[in-house]
């Protein structure tokens, strides 16, 4: 049956859906089609709400991101230092196990160019905004913070995508091997956060 009052914000919760519904390549497989038949309408009646299949991966992208910055929001607030790092990681991973197909949609880059990507970019720009935050209040200094987000993203992704795809095949605790992962990554930080000060012109301490 049709959904009633279908608009273009229950057009992209249908789009969730269905990316929810896929798992990990959910979004990938997203199309209009999909989403038409789970609304229960003809994919041409999706046009009078989204403009393309492109808008309305962009829309679940952005929606996506909005969720993470809350998530990863509510799990720092309060901490500092090391804790908060550890609660971002696992606020991170968290929501890829709960929502693999919308984790696949975060990994979506705004072009700067482009004016369709606005939204995203402000979306992408307050996730990177937390992880900023608290990676400054656990001493990164301001020259070095990109450094320091793309460091731990990077971890966090690719630990993260490793257990979606099942990688992970031996018995040890996983949970226990991603703790270990964050302690690696807070000392590595802290290294980095080290001052150049601190270094002879050699690179060996002065």
């Not at 949609?105 to 990507?117: E, G, I, K, N, T």
Request: cysteine-free; proline content about 5%; aromatic content about 4%.
């Amino acid at each position: 049956m049709p959904r009633v009052g279908l608009n273009r914000e229950r057009v992209v919760a249908v789009a969730l859906e269905v990316v929810d519904a896929g798992g990990r390549t959910g979004f990938a497989d997203l199309t209009l089609a999909a989403v038409a038949a789970e609304a229960g309408v003809s994919t041409p009646s999706l046009y009078k709400h989204v403009a393309s299949l492109a808008d309305l991966r962009r829309a679940v992208a952005v929606h996506a991101v909005g969720e993470l910055v809350r998530r990863t929001s509510r799990a720092t607030v309060g901490r500092s230092g090391p804790d908060a790092i550890r609660s971002l990681g696992h606020a991170m991973r968290d929501y890829a196990k709960a929502h693999p197909g919308r984790y696949a949609a975060l990994q979506v880059a705004a072009d700067p160019d482009d004016p369709a990507d606005a939204e995203l970019a402000a979306a992408g720009a307050d996730a990177v905004g937390v992880l900023a935050a608290v990676l400054r209040g656990a001493g990164a200094p301001d020259d070095r913070l990109v450094d320091a987000v793309r460091i731990l993203r990077s971890a966090v992704h690719g630990f993260v995508t490793l257990e979606l795809d099942l990688g992970f095949r031996l018995p040890e605790d996983l949970d226990t091997t991603f703790d270990t992962l964050l302690d690696v990554v807070i000392l590595g930080l802290a290294a980095v956060n080290t001052s150049q000060d601190d270094l002879s012109p050699s690179g060996a301490p002065s």
